[in-house]
Antibody, heavy 121, light 108 residues
Framework: QITLKESGPTLVRPTQTLTLTCTFS??????????VGWIRQPPGKALEWLAL???????RYSPSLQSRLSITKDTSKSQVVLTLANVNPADTATYFC?????????????WGLGTLVTVSS | EIVLTQSPGTLSLSPGERATLSCRAS???????FAWYQQRPGQAPRLLIY???RRATGIPDRFSGSGSGTDFTLTISRLEPEDFAVYYC?????????FGQGTKLEIK
């Protein structure tokens, strides 16, 4: 059974760096062609993809946010960490981590429940 | 950068009716990297369709996807009460993921 769980702060001050951790089970991030990524959703708005890391440590970022984003993986801990620098109120959102298995042609087949992050002073 | 435009924004139908949701891309995209998701209130999105027409594991056959190039469609043949939700289309091209703005399917 594949599960993912997001963890991190619920409140972040403007200009600070947000750090979120995705802890997963039921698969390994060392398997060829798999990936873990992050998608966010501001309250009442649409989904927005942020970043992903592949099994071979190749990373991809949203062009509009890549200067502020960093994603890393720790295969031994089954974790993926996302950092978002210099946050502002527009970064208030529910942040989801998701797993992209090798059999769904790049689609996000498994999702965590999400964690709501509020950016406010 | 590809933009995905979903229509209509809101669709009001009754259980048992047929729903047709559209997604148009600003330029031609690969069908093999096109997907649809369902999101119920307070829940994470759920993958319905990948590769434009392939159903994900456990998805009922009343859900079907079609289309190619710039125009894609999600069809729900007979609406069940649990189908009333928000639906998103998604493309994955050039190592960048793009989502549509969503279609809300509500009970009439």
């Amino acid at each position: 059974q594949i599960t993912l769980k997001e963890s991190g702060p619920t409140l972040v001050r403007p200009t600070q760096t947000l750090t979120l951790t995705c802890t997963f089970s039921g698969f390994t991030l060392s398997t060829s062609a798999v990936a873990v990524g992050w998608i966010r959703q501001p309250p009442g708005k649409a989904l927005e993809w942020l970043a992903l890391v592949y099994w071979d440590d190749i990373k991809r970022y949203s062009p509009s946010l890549q200067s502020r984003l960093s994603i890393t993986k720790d295969t031994s801990k089954s974790q993926v960490v996302l950092t978002l620098a210099n946050v502002n109120p527009a970064d208030t959102a529910t942040y989801f981590c998701a797993h992209r298995p090798d059999y769904y042609d790049g689609a996000w087949g498994f999702w965590g429940l999400g964690t709501l992050v509020t950016v406010s002073s | 950068e590809i933009v995905l435009t979903q229509s209509p924004g809101t669709l009001s139908l009754s259980p048992g009716e047929r729903a047709t949701l559209s997604c148009r891309a600003s330029q031609s995209v690969s069908s093999s990297h096109f997907a649809w998701y369902q999101q119920r209130p307070g829940q994470a999105p759920r993958l319905l369709i990948y590769g434009a027409f392939r159903r994900a594991t456990g998805i009922p056959d009343r859900f079907s996807g079609s289309g190619s190039g710039t125009d894609f469609t999600l069809t729900i043949s007979r609406l069940e009460p649990e189908d009333f939700a928000v639906y998103y289309c998604q493309d994955y091209g050039s190592s960048v993921y793009t989502f549509g703005q969503g279609t809300k399917l509500e009970i009439k």
